[in-house]
């Protein structure tokens, strides 16, 4: 497929209907979802285009390679996102490119992150726990454990830094039911947290091309796509 501004416009229409379609079917209602176009693999020139169809968020999984594409843009064109596993000798790069960063699961990364933004009076980026809904060893994350999440958001609030949410890679290959089960689960430990913690935890990314309508329907405020927006990944 050629990825162009029309074809990623395309997409991203037809990613919002299906979601309106699978909220209403679901008995919720049609709020806003937010589509991150997830643009690791493609050239800068492809985040370019997913722009100029209207996304403006962008995900990237690795900080090389990602922050490469944001220093040829411009950190302005659009809200860029880190929503891949990072090493602490990545964080000095990864706050300087990045305005969020969506896959924090340790707390040594996000002492690091407190030590070279609030610690120095700059300003933080914004951060979301990733949590393993489905437990499958291959996938990065806290366990879904509420008293363990609880921890750690105390530590990381203690570090002067702000957590925004929680982030979630839905099972592989799994039914419905199961997807949809992982996606309720990171619903209600968001519900529990912020109880618990007293911090509104208002954003739920979860859902990527194969799964974000039963994201959707369980309430994700932000779906991460990739493929369907931009067709096979180029590695
Ligand atoms: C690659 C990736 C996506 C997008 O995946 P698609 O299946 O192409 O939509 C979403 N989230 C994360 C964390 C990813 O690494």
């Not at 074809?7 to 937010?34: C, K, P």
């Not at 830094?161 to 982030?167: A, E, Q, T």
Request: hydrophobic letters at 40%; charged letters at 30%; aromatic letters at 4%.
């Amino acid at each position: 497929m050629d990825i162009s501004v029309e074809s990623v416009r395309g997409n991203l229409e037809l990613a919002r209907e299906l979601m309106d379609r699978a909220i209403r079917s679901a008995g919720g209602e049609n709020g806003t979802v937010r589509v991150m176009a997830v643009t690791k693999t493609h050239p800068a020139e492809v985040v370019g285009m997913a722009v100029k169809a209207g996304a403006d968020m962008i995900g990237e999984n690795r900080v090389s390679e990602g922050g490469r594409k944001v220093r040829a843009l411009g950190r302005d064109l659009a809200e860029f996102h880190m929503i891949g596993p990072l090493h602490t000798g990545e964080v000095r790069q990864a706050v300087r490119d990045f305005h969020w960063i969506d896959s924090l699961d340790r707390v040594d990364i996000a002492s690091e992150i407190a030590r070279r933004t609030v610690e120095k009076g700059e300003e933080q980026p914004g951060l979301l726990l990733e949590v393993n809904t489905s437990g499958e060893d291959s996938k990065y994350g806290y366990p879904p454990d509420a008293a363990e999440l609880e921890d750690v958001l105390g530590d990381i609030g203690g570090m002067g830094l702000r957590v925004s949410g929680l982030l979630t890679v839905g099972p592989l290959g799994a039914s419905d039911r199961e997807v949809r089960s992982a996606f309720a689960l990171l619903r209600k430990l968001r519900d529990e947290l912020a109880g618990r913690c007293g911090i509104p935890l208002e954003e739920l990314s979860m859902g990527m091309s194969d799964d974000f309508q039963l994201a959707a329907a369980e309430g994700a405020t932000t779906v991460r796509l990739g493929r369907f927006l931009f067709g096979p990944r180029r590695r």
